[in-house]
């Protein structure tokens, strides 16, 4: 890996601490790199092999950051927007950094599992429909499923009278709940999906994407780091 600029790496790792902060904190002496004080902002290291620490405390080393937010109604899946918040204004500072982005939209309206990263790679293979990435949501109706819709989302259903659908999964848990199971991202499509069958949804949320299920201990506006397990999992696919 590339050697990299001591300050670009404390600011990078860092988010709430600028590149400007970083050569503070180095003038204070705060830094040191494998247990010695370096106070030189263009120092080189090794980012995946040096240790450094701020203040006695060391840096966990992530070349892209890989994040799940519980995003609440209201919210919508963008970087900026003149109007409304976005999902990115619910990320705590200590998981901020320049470059992250919603990897896949959500209606506004809906809830659940968004997914931030800066990895490009990552999010265009979340979102392609070649990689058949599952997303899995949680759907309440205004009306009951009838029996012969599962069969019909499976065969692969076309919606608004041209638009064909990969095959997708309904699973019904009762008269007007369900779980959907989508290999795709059309707009709306869930929604559209049901209304091709004279129905209506009420309540969205996504619960997971591929093998990554939304963490039960977030409260909706809330989010972690996935853990190394569900990181590769993502890859995976």
Avoid: W
Wanted: proline letters at 6%; glycine letters at 6%.
């Amino acid at each position: 890996m590339p050697l990299m600029r001591l300050d670009k790496f404390i600011s990078g790792q860092m988010p709430s601490v600028s590149r400007n902060d970083a050569k503070e904190l180095l003038k204070q002496g705060l830094v040191t790199v494998d247990g010695v004080v370096e106070k030189h902002y263009d120092f080189k290291l090794d980012p995946e092999k040096s240790v450094v620490a701020v203040s006695g405390n060391v840096i966990t080393y992530r070349e892209y950051l890989y994040i799940m937010l519980n995003k609440p109604s209201g919210v919508v899946c963008a970087v900026k927007d003149k109007i409304s918040q976005t999902v990115m204004e619910l990320l705590p500072p200590e998981l901020r950094r320049p470059g992250l982005f919603p990897a896949g939209r959500l209606d506004k309206d809906s809830v659940g599992f968004v997914l931030l990263t800066d990895d490009g790679e990552l999010a265009h293979k979340m979102l392609s429909p070649v990689s058949h990435v599952p997303k899995k949501y949680f759907v309440r109706l205004a009306k009951p499923v009838p029996e012969s819709v599962p069969e019909l989302f499976r065969s692969g259903m076309t919606i608004d009278g041209k638009e064909k659908c990969l095959p997708a999964e309904l699973e019904i848990l009762s008269p007007r709940e369900c779980f959907v199971t989508l290999h795709e991202g059309k707009y709306h499509q869930i929604k559209r999906m049901f209304q091709a069958t004279g129905n209506m949804v009420i309540y969205l949320k996504r619960i997971a994407i591929g093998g990554v299920t939304l963490d039960d201990k977030l409260s909706e506006g809330e989010a972690r780091l996935l853990e190394e397990n569900e990181i590769k999992s993502l890859i995976s696919y």
